[in-house]
C-alpha cells in the first residue's frame, strides 16, 4: 500500500510504517503525478485536495486530514468518487484553547491591566472556543459565548448575539471555521464597520482563520485605533501575510496556535484509527507511546500562584514570545513562513507540566486548567 504524507506530519512512521510504504511530500506544492498511484493521502491545511489533485488516481482509498478544518478539502468531490474521508475534530482544541489563554495573560502582562476581572467573548463554541472558555473558566473568567447555530441545535449552554458580545467583552477570541456563504457565513465577519465599533481598548484574538477579519480593513482600523491590542495566529494571504499587518499586533505567529506536541500527535493517531478501522484491522498502536518526556518534572509550589507567577508557570510550558520574535525576523524570507511552521517542534501543553503543592483546595483551578498532579 503506497501512502503519501505531507512531510509536516509527526509520528507517520510509527504509525503508518507497518501498513505501507511512506512517501513523505511538500504538502504545499503536492502535484497530480506524486499522487496519481497512492492508496491513501494523508495531507494537513495547506494542501488542496480537489478534482484537479486526484482525478488522475483510480485507486484512492481513504484521504485524511491532520487537522480540525476542512476548507481545503473538497468533500463533495470525495463522495462523489465515494473515496472515505477523515478529519481530526478536536485534535488540537487543547492547544488551542492554551495558546488564546496564554495570549491573553501576556497581553495583561504587557500592558499591566490584569486578566482577572475582564469579560471574555467567544466567538463560535465548538472544540477550539470551548477549550478556551475551559481555561478561562477555570481561572475564574466570565466568558459570553456567541454561537447562532449551536444555540439553534438546542445546546444548552447561555448564547449571547454577537452584538451583546462586542458590547460587553473586553476581549473577543474567534474560533469559527471559515465559511463563505449562507445565513451564518464568517468571511470577513470582522469586517470595517465591525471592526471600528469595538470597544475601547478591545483585545482581539484570532486563531481561526485568518479571512474571518478582513485583514486590509484591520490595517485601517488600527493606523486610527492604537487602543485596540491584536493577537494574530493566522492570516489573510498565507503564507504571505500583509506585511503592514503584521507590526499592528502585539503577539504574531504563523499559524500554530494548534501546533503543540501532543495536538499534532492526536491528528496523526485519529486518521490511524480510522485507516485501521477502514481496512478492518486493530490498531495496536497507543498514543502514549509517541510523546517525549517533558524537560521539566515537577515544580514544586510554595503558594497558590497570582496571575504573575500563572504566566509564569505557562511560559514553562509555552513561551509564546520566542514564536513571536521568530516570526516578526523571519515571515518575509522566502518560505519563512512556511519554515517556521515546519520546524516547530517545541511546544507542550499544561499537561505535561507536574505540580505539587501541599494544599490541594486552594490549588484545584489548576488541574482544571490542565495542569496534571495538583496537589500530590
Ligand atoms: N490556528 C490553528 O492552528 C487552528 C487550529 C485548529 C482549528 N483552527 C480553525 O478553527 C476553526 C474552529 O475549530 P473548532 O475545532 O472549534 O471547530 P468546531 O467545528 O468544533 O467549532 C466551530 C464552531 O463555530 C460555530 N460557528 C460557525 N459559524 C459561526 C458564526 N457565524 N458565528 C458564531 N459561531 C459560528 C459552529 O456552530 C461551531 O460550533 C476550524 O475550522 C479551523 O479553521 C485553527
Ligand atoms: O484546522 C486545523 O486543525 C489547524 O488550522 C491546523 O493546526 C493547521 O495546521 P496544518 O494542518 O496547516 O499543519
Not at 130 to 139: G, P
Not at 175 to 200: N, Q, W, Y
Not at 326 to 339: A, L
Amino acid at each position: 500500500m503506497k501512502i503519501v504524507v505531507d512531510e509536516n506530519m509527526p509520528y507517520v512512521e510509527p504509525l503508518f510504517g507497518a501498513l505501507g510504504e511512506i512517501i513523505p511530500v511538500n504538502g504545499r506544492t503536492l502535484t497530480p503525478e506524486q499522487v496519481q498511484d497512492a492508496d491513501v493521502l494523508l495531507v494537513r491545511s495547506v494542501t488542496r485536495v480537489n478534482a484537479a489533485l486526484l482525478d488522475a488516481n483510480p485507486k484512492l482509498k481513504f484521504v485524511g486530514s491532520a487537522t480540525i478544518g476542512t476548507d481545503h478539502v473538497d468533500l463533495a468531490y470525495l463522495a462523489g468518487r465515494g473515496i472515505p474521508f477523515s478529519n481530526a475534530p478536536g485534535c488540537n482544541a487543547t492547544a488551542v484553547g492554551e495558546f488564546a489563554f496564554i495570549a491573553m495573560l501576556e497581553l495583561a502582562a504587557r500592558f499591566n491591566s490584569p486578566l482577572k476581572g475582564k469579560v471574555v467573548g467567544i466567538v463560535g463554541a465548538g472544540n477550539t472556543g470551548s477549550a478556551t472558555a475551559k481555561c478561562l473558566e477555570a481561572y475564574g473568567i466570565k466568558v459570553l459565548l456567541n454561537d447562532p447555530i449551536k444555540a439553534a441545535e438546542g445546546d444548552p449552554r447561555h448564547f449571547v448575539s454577537l452584538e451583546t458580545l462586542l458590547h460587553q467583552a473586553d476581549i473577543i477570541s474567534l474560533h469559527v471555521p471559515i465559511t463563505r456563504t449562507g445565513e451564518h457565513k464568517t468571511l470577513h465577519l470582522f469586517d470595517e464597520a465591525r471592526l471600528m465599533s469595538l470597544k475601547p481598548n478591545t483585545w482581539l484574538v484570532n486563531c481561526c482563520r485568518g479571512d474571518v477579519i478582513d485583514n486590509q480593513a484591520l490595517i485601517k482600523v488600527k493606523q486610527q485605533r492604537d487602543d485596540l491590542k491584536l493577537v494574530l495566529d493566522v492570516w489573510e494571504g498565507e503564507p504571505n501575510p500583509m506585511p503592514e499587518l503584521v507590526p499592528f499586533a502585539e503577539f504574531a505567529t504563523p499559524h500554530i496556535a494548534g501546533y503543540s506536541l501532543e495536538g499534532k500527535a492526536r491528528g496523526t493517531f485519529m486518521l490511524y484509527q480510522k485507516l485501521c478501522e477502514l481496512l478492518a484491522i486493530p490498531a495496536t498502536k497507543h498514543l502514549s507511546e509517541l510523546l517525549p518526556p517533558f524537560h521539566f518534572k515537577a515544580v514544586e509550589l510554595e503558594q497558590a500562584p497570582d496571575e504573575k507567577a500563572l504566566l509564569q508557570l505557562a511560559r514553562f510550558v509555552y513561551d509564546l514570545r520566542d514564536d513571536d520574535a521568530v516570526f516578526r525576523n523571519g515571515f518575509v524570507k522566502e518560505n519563512g513562513f512556511d519554515t517556521m511552521r515546519k520546524n516547530h517542534k517545541h511546544r507542550r501543553e499544561f499537561s505535561a507540566l507536574a505540580l505539587a503543592y501541599h494544599g490541594q483546595s486552594e490549588v484545584d483551578w489548576l488541574s482544571n486548567l490542565g495542569f496534571s498532579g495538583v496537589g500530590r
